[in-house]
């Protein structure tokens, strides 16, 4: 007889996939360490763990984020973690360039000068600042941060400022973002428009890789359809476990649509709040008001959360909710019904800049809902995935009826290029993929 497998430790397993990546770091002999990472598996924390000990094993660094506010929250991090870390932030020269909660950091040089941080044990900036750098010796290590999110033209740009690097990313989020067709760069062996990672490893396949085998911000109800449905290849498991987590609310159900789509989510921790089946306009007023409106009775309900950092109930205030949309157009609108019925302080926003956030409780407005058709944009993996994946505790769906039909007659007709590595699952599987679930858990919108 087998012996029974022993039980799932994340924190074990977390811990033996971070020890192999900071040896290989540390230790490694190979000019690049690529690390792949689910939603919420910690990045960030990654990165200033391996900070800190290339640092304190006398190794200087520099550190490429993709934008300002990342380079300022790795700041502050890193400060929290060590205060006694000397750190450089080099910032553009405009007029406000980062955060003014740097000011207060005694340890954190600003300057919008390479130079005026040299000798500094860690530096850091945005890959578009560093490649205006010029004239340095090169950083013995680098760390690039949110990789997937870079443009292989962004890392060749400042590939000759350091002599190893250690890249980290989500190869799940939505690829680089190109004010430009990128068409006819599409098969050439550097294509300046893919990621930095998918160029490095196409050129290097021998680098060593890494995985984060565990979210610590998806529950367990989440992790596996966010894993099979994009991640296949690189499964991962929740942190925590069923039942570890709660949403629960002091004012019963109205019985209304949101009200018992809101039930289920807490519940299961997934909801679709399903409205008739129509073509719209992009900003389908209908579908806008159904997403407000469940916002409004997520704050009117009282809601609180219990999870493995508190066991006393946290009340679910509007700053821990969050709504994601496909268009711009479309989170204005959602923002403009949200005042219309008083609400203030939800995150409301596109899924390009909810990237890398986390809430307790989100709301989606499904990218295909009210479509007569399945374009490549509202099919991209990454836009679903991010959407839903932000959540701690619970997702809801707002979306109309006629997905799964959509999705049958407009099966995926993107030409296939040579020479240009599939991305999988394409768009059309995922949408397939997480419906089904969802679908289990649709409550009818009663108009």
Known sequence: MNPAPEPFDPAAEAGRATDAILHDTLHGTSRGVVVDSPPGAGKSTL???????????????????QTNAQVDDLVLRLAEKDPSLPVGRLHSSDPDPYDRALDDLEQVRKS???????????????AAKWAHVSGTDPWPHAIVDEA????????????????????????GQLDPFSIVGAEQWAGLSHDPSASAVTTL?????????????????????????VSDAFYPYTRFRS??????????FGVPSDGSGPDRVIDEAAMSGWGLLELPARHTPRTDPEAVRAVASVVRRLLDR???????????????????????????????????ALAELGVTGVTVDTANRLQGREYDVTVMLHPLSGRPDATAFHLETGRLCVLASRHRHACIVVCRAGVAELLDDHPSTEPVQLGVTVKF?????AMQHTWDVWSNHRVPMRT
């Open 47 to 65: 990165v200033v763990n391996a900070a800190l000990r290339l640092a304190g094993a006398g190794r200087p660094l520099m550190i490429v984020a």
């Open 112 to 126: 919008a000068k390479a130079g005026d941080l040299a000798g500094l044990d860690v530096v850091i900036s945005t």
């Open 148 to 171: 997937y999110q870079m443009r292989s033209d962004g890392l060749l740009a400042v590939a000759g400022l350091f002599e190893r690097a250690l890249f980290v990313g989500d190869p």
């Open 201 to 225: 490893l196409a050129h290097n396949p021998q680098l060593p890789q890494h995985r984060l085998p565990v979210s610590w911000r998806l529950p367990a109800s989440a992790a596996p359809l």
């Open 239 to 248: 942190g925590t476990d069923h039942g570890d987590r709660t949403l629960r």
């Open 302 to 336: 009282g809601g609180a959360t219990t999870s493995e950092r508190t066991t006393d109930p946290v009340p679910l205030t509007a700053d821990r909710i969050a709504v994601g949309t496909a268009h711009r157009d479309q989170a204005a609108a959602v923002r403009s």
């Open 425 to 429: 699952p394409d768009g059309w599987e």
